[in-house]
Structure formats: C-alpha cells, structure tokens
C-alpha cells in the first residue's frame, strides 16, 4: 500500500468526522497521538503497543492532510525523492 492509498483509506473511514472535528481539534489529536508515541518509545517494553501508536500516528497525520486536502504521498517525494535534502547523497553523506 502507497501512502496516497492509506489517505485514501483514512478518507473513506473517517473524513467526514474529521471535517467536522476541522483542523485545529485534529492537529490537537495527532500531537496526543505522538506524546503516547512517545511514552510507549520511552517504555521501551511493549512492541506491539508501539506499533499500534505508529499506526495512530500516520492515521492523524493523514486525516490532518485529507482536511486540507494536501496529497501527503506527493508531498513527501517531492520533498524527499531519494537524496538528501542537504548533500543531495543517497544515503546521507552529511556529518553530524
Ligand atoms: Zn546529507
């Protein structure tokens, strides 16, 4: 599955919900969904816990882009098209 296919799916699921919910409450959900990440990265003891706050994550994420109605997959290669941002490597030269 594509990222433009996982939008797609959060949009069949739940875009109407989130529409109403809009942007600021949805963007208030996906910074809760990353500080769970988080506490669950911290823990450190329960994979498939973290694995289902990654899955809560892009799921926020995509909702936010479906109400905007920003193209997540598009954005991300034309950001990030297999090189660098700064050395334009594949994989990153840059030193830390
Ligand atoms: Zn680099």
Redesign the pocket.
Same mark, same amino acid.
């Given at each position: 599955m594509h990222i433009h296919e996982f939008q797609e799916m959060m949009h069949s699921l739940y875009f109407k919900r989130d529409s109403e919910r809009g942007v600021n409450g949805t963007y208030n959900w996906l910074v809760d969904e990353i500080a769970e990440l988080g506490e669950e990265l911290k823990k450190g003891e329960d994979r498939e816990a973290t694995e289902k706050e990654f899955a809560d994550v892009i799921a926020w994420l995509a909702s936010l882009a479906n109400i905007i109605g920003i193209d997540h997959e598009k954005a991300a290669i034309n950001k990030y098209n297999y090189k660098?941002? @700064?050395? =334009? =490597?594949t994989?990153? @030269?840059?030193t830390f």
């Amino acid at each position: 599955m594509h990222i433009h296919e996982f939008q797609e799916m959060m949009h069949s699921l739940y875009f109407k919900r989130d529409s109403e919910r809009g942007v600021n409450g949805t963007y208030n959900w996906l910074v809760d969904e990353i500080a769970e990440l988080g506490e669950e990265l911290k823990k450190g003891e329960d994979r498939e816990a973290t694995e289902k706050e990654f899955a809560d994550v892009i799921a926020w994420l995509a909702s936010l882009a479906n109400i905007i109605g920003i193209d997540h997959e598009k954005a991300a290669i034309n950001k990030y098209n297999y090189k660098c941002l @700064k050395c =334009q =490597q594949t994989p990153c @030269k840059c030193t830390f």
